[in-house]
């Protein structure tokens, strides 16, 4: 069910929960990741810990990509990842790169999917049960440092996608399972970035329990 802390296949194995993509503007960064475990760190710079690690995932990423293109492209390719997208998106990546820290923590919950921030910068989320109903635009919701939010409610999902709610102001493939975090910058109605592809790094969580 949607409130169990566990999902399971039908061979008795624990199955993903969720799956986490990391973006850098339009590009995805490596693959997807999939939870397991109820709680799940997500951090760029964290000694000794445990979980997903960008840094790491952005490395393993380049590495991949150089291989397959060969000794001809491989210049261009370490060009490209050096300066990121180029000009000034590049840079902004790179800023927004080191303030990731610590990042945060996802938490499954009884009532939804919880985020907690330990870097020591604003994150930024939505999900459509953030949303009011009324609402004609995203509600994109700001995380200081120190703090948590529950950022997917279980009990509003099968109420959203039996009316099929899409803000209209959302680019792309609506998921009314989906919840997306910004790094340090917000994006939507109320921010100079419309849209989450234009903010330097951010993540997709993908949920499973209710596909």
Excluded at 30 to 59: K, M, N, V, W
Excluded at 117 to 140: E, I, M, W, Y
Aim: a positive charge; one cysteine or more; hydrophobic letters at 30%.
């Amino acid at each position: 069910t949607g409130t169990s802390l566990g999902s399971s296949t039908s061979g008795g194995h624990r199955s993903h929960w969720c799956s986490v993509a990391y973006w850098e503007q339009r590009t995805r960064v490596g693959r997807l990741y999939p939870a397991h475990e109820p709680s799940l760190s997500i951090f760029y710079d964290l000694p000794q810990g445990t979980g997903l690690c960008l840094g790491q995932l952005h490395t393993n990423a380049y590495h991949s990509q150089r291989d397959d293109a060969g000794n001809h492209s491989a210049q261009a390719l370490h060009s490209s990842r050096s300066h990121g997208s180029g000009g000034s998106g590049g840079s902004c990546v790179q800023q927004i790169r080191s303030k990731i820290g610590y990042g945060i923590v996802l938490s499954r919950e009884p009532d939804g999917v919880w985020v907690y921030n330990r870097s020591q910068h604003p994150v930024f989320v939505h999900s459509p049960t953030l949303d009011l109903p009324s609402a004609k635009g995203l509600s994109v919701k700001r995380v200081m440092p120190g703090y948590s939010l529950k950022v997917f409610d279980y009990e509003r999902t099968s109420w959203i996608v039996e009316h099929g709610m899409k803000p209209e102001c959302q680019e792309g493939p609506w998921d009314p399972h989906s919840v997306r975090i910004s790094f340090a910058k917000g994006w939507g109605p109320s921010y100079s970035r419309q849209f989450i592809t234009s903010c330097p790094c951010w993540l997709e969580v993908l949920l499973n329990n209710h596909r």
